[in-house]
């Protein structure tokens, strides 16, 4: 995808990538060597993988929000080359044991109180990030996915799990992080830990489907325009009109998803649907302690969490376009959404 494809919110700042680029460049050799001292987690990261626009940004948010895990928050991010050296700055900023008086006082405050973002980017230097620039170092960008066996085969597999294990260390929680970049080879990235735990979030068809809709316009100013990850599938929904693209990617990333936890044991493996995140988050989060446990992790009783959010429910499109969503989604599946057969 060209920058300049892009609508101007969401354009690349040319300055900044330069400033990372020089900086991450600085600090590989000093996080080379953190990572000799690191082989694997401690504790089961989380992996959290489900189609573009499902709900994904709102599980990584209560998941940081809960006070149980680390994960890579947007200055985090910023370090993808040396992420133990940007989470022990984060910590010298941010955290009270490091203050000084208050010499670094940022006003960070509760860096979650709003649970906003724009189309997977969030707010505030301590929000969770989606880390692709860290994720893209071991798994090449691709135009669709998934990735082949070749591809695979050149990852290097250590260094990844060291990467990990040295974050987890420097935030002293399990980790949390989107995998998305993984949806079409989950058993690949579950072989290399003993014991993640998969978390797919899956919203109603319909309104994951207007949600990329309204997602081509809001990124690219163009309803042709493809949205996020491109499956197996792109290059003869590629050729279909919009509905019928929607409907495949969605239809065909939650299939692909399904099919890979399918080869995981059950206890590595759990879905969260975007509505209970909404309406029940202590639920949801109660669910995934409960399969942590199961892995060997046991979370603290406590954890900070909101008591419920206003699921976006609302059709946002023109019947007749809501209705053309309906009917293509129903060809692959038949008929079975509640608010999509509302709108027709």
């Given at each position: 995808?060209?920058?300049?494809?892009?609508?101007?919110?969401?354009?690349?700042?040319?300055e900044?990538?330069?400033l990372l680029d020089?900086l991450?460049?600085?600090?590989?050799?000093?996080?080379a060597?953190v990572?000799?001292?690191?082989?694997?987690?401690r504790?089961?990261?989380?992996?959290?993988v489900?189609?573009?626009?499902s709900g994904?940004?709102?599980?990584m948010?209560?998941?940081?929000a809960?006070?149980?895990?680390?994960?890579?928050?947007?200055?985090?991010?910023?370090f993808?080359?040396?992420?133990?050296?940007g989470?022990?700055i984060?910590?010298?900023?941010?955290?009270r044991?490091y203050?000084?008086?208050?010499?670094?006082d940022?006003?960070?405050?509760?860096?979650?109180?709003?649970?906003?973002?724009?189309?997977?980017k969030?707010r505030?230097?301590?929000?969770?990030?989606?880390?692709?620039y860290?994720?893209?170092?071991?798994?090449?960008?691709?135009d669709v996915?998934?990735?082949?066996?070749d591809?695979?085969?050149?990852?290097?597999?250590?260094?990844?799990?060291?990467?990990?294990a040295?974050?987890?260390a420097?935030?002293?929680?399990p980790?949390?992080?989107?995998?998305?970049i993984?949806?079409?080879n989950?058993?690949?990235?579950?072989?290399?830990?003993?014991?993640?735990?998969?978390v797919h979030?899956?919203?109603?068809?319909?309104?994951?489907?207007q949600?990329?809709w309204l997602?081509?316009?809001?990124?690219?100013?163009?309803?042709a325009?493809?949205?996020s990850?491109k499956?197996?599938?792109?290059?003869?929904l590629?050729?279909?009109p919009?509905?019928e693209?929607?409907?495949?990617?969605?239809?065909h990333t939650?299939?692909?998803?399904?099919?890979?936890l399918?080869?995981?044991?059950?206890?590595?493996r759990?879905?969260?649907?975007?509505?209970?995140?909404?309406?029940?988050?202590?639920?949801?989060?109660?669910?995934l302690?409960g399969?942590?446990?199961?892995l060997g992790?046991?979370?603290?009783?406590?954890?900070?969490?909101p008591?419920q959010?206003?699921?976006?429910?609302?059709?946002?499109?023109?019947?007749?376009?809501?209705?053309?969503?309906?009917?293509?989604?129903?060809?692959?599946t038949?008929?079975?959404?509640?608010a999509?057969q509302?709108?027709v």
């Open positions: 995808m060209r920058n300049q494809d892009r609508s101007p919110r969401f354009r690349r700042n040319a900044l990538e330069g020089e991450n460049g600085l600090l590989a050799g000093p996080q060597e990572l000799a001292a690191h082989t694997r987690p504790h089961p990261p989380v992996f959290v489900g189609c573009a626009r994904t940004t709102l599980a948010q209560l998941l940081a809960s006070g149980w895990f680390g994960y890579p928050s947007n200055l985090i991010s910023r993808y080359a040396a992420p133990y050296i989470a022990r984060q910590q010298m900023l941010v955290e044991k203050a000084f008086g208050d010499e670094l940022t006003g960070a405050g509760d860096a979650h109180s709003s649970f906003s973002s724009a189309l997977g969030t505030g230097m301590l929000a969770p990030n989606e880390f692709w860290f994720w893209r170092r071991y798994f090449p960008p691709l996915h998934p990735f082949s066996d591809q695979l085969q050149g990852v290097d597999k250590a260094g990844f799990r060291a990467e990990l040295a974050l987890e420097a935030l002293e929680r980790l949390a992080m989107k995998a998305m993984m949806n079409w989950i058993p690949f990235l579950a072989e290399l830990f003993d014991n993640a735990l998969f979030v899956k919203r109603d068809p319909f309104f994951n489907m949600s990329l997602a081509r316009r809001q990124f690219f100013g163009d309803d325009a493809w949205y990850f499956p197996p599938e792109y290059e003869a590629s050729r279909r919009v509905p693209q929607l409907a495949g990617q969605v239809f939650n299939r692909a998803i399904e099919a890979g399918a080869q995981l044991p059950e206890t590595s759990l879905v969260l649907d975007y509505e209970e995140l909404c309406l029940d988050p202590a639920a949801a989060l109660a669910r302690a399969r942590l446990e199961q992790c046991r979370l603290p009783g406590r954890c900070r969490v008591g959010f206003a699921p976006a429910r609302s059709v946002r499109l023109p019947r007749s376009d809501a209705a053309a969503l309906e009917r293509a989604y129903a060809a692959l038949g008929p079975h959404t509640e999509g509302a709108a």
